[in-house]
T-cell receptor
Framework: AQSVTQPDIHITVSEGASLELRCNYS??????LFWYVQSPGQGLQLLLK??????LVQGIKGFEAEFKRSQSSFNLRKPSVHWSDAAEYFC?????????FGAGTRLAVHP | KAGVTQTPRYLIKTRGQQVTLSCSPI?????VSWYQQTPGQGLQFLFE???????NKGNFPGRFSGRQFSNSRSEMNVSTLELGDSALYLC???????????FGPGTRLLVL
């Protein structure tokens, strides 16, 4: 079955600290992978995507993610977190315009 | 380029009523997908339309339906509303198959 697992429901980091959000997926074919961010009461904003090619992808706002096929993972990273990064982050897998989302990781940032 | 727009942004309905939500995709995008977001079930795929044809459908009852017009604008309809239909309904558009989906701000539906 196709699924996405985000093991961490909540994460709290201090401003300026590094961040890694975990994502594991189960998908029959070569996956298209995405990270989206959602601020309270808002829609989803695309941070980055992986379709093929270089397994380290760069996104907006200083985020990057690495696709590891052997581990079925697509973890999101940021070297230095800003207070404005506090939001909910969703990993998604899919194709043909049907996305399967993880449950999300809520990020809190301490000053 | 304008983003995906959804109307209305907020709705309050009572059980048994029906509701229609509207989505205008990014100009040039031909695919529109709908998702339901609830605290309990998270983000779930409802259906996807491309060139006025439904191509994919999620695991939702027949009370949930949609359509797409020739200008790619889409509507979704929920009939005989239930309390559990209270959710944020998100629309996403993309240019074609296997393309990035861009999301609108959503319509928040409250069923009383």
């Amino acid at each position: 079955a196709q699924s996405v697992t985000q093991p961490d429901i909540h994460i709290t980091v201090s401003e300026g600290a590094s961040l890694e959000l975990r994502c594991n997926y189960s998908y029959g074919a070569t996956p298209y992978l995405f990270w989206y961010v959602q601020s309270p009461g808002q829609g989803l904003q695309l941070l980055l995507k992986y379709f093929s090619g270089d397994t380290l992808v760069q996104g907006i706002k200083g985020f990057e993610a690495e696709f590891k096929r052997s581990q079925s993972s697509f973890n999101l990273r940021k070297p230095s977190v800003h207070w404005s990064d506090a939001a909910e982050y969703f990993c998604a897998v899919g194709g043909y315009n049907k996305l399967i989302f993880g449950a999300g990781t809520r990020l809190a940032v301490h000053p | 380029k304008a983003g995906v727009t959804q109307t209305p942004r907020y709705l309050i309905k009572t059980r048994g009523q029906q509701v229609t939500l509207s989505c205008s995709p990014i100009s040039g995008h031909r695919s529109v997908s709908w998702y339901q977001q609830t605290p309990g079930q998270g983000l779930q795929f409802l259906f996807e339309y491309f060139s006025e044809t439904q191509r994919n459908k999620g695991n939702f009852p027949g009370r949930f339906s949609g359509r797409q017009f020739s200008n790619s604008r889409s509507e979704m309809n929920v009939s005989t509303l239930e309390l559990g239909d209270s959710a944020l309904y998100l629309c996403a558009s993309s240019f074609g198959e296997a393309e990035t989906q861009y999301f609108g701000p959503g319509t928040r539906l409250l069923v009383l």
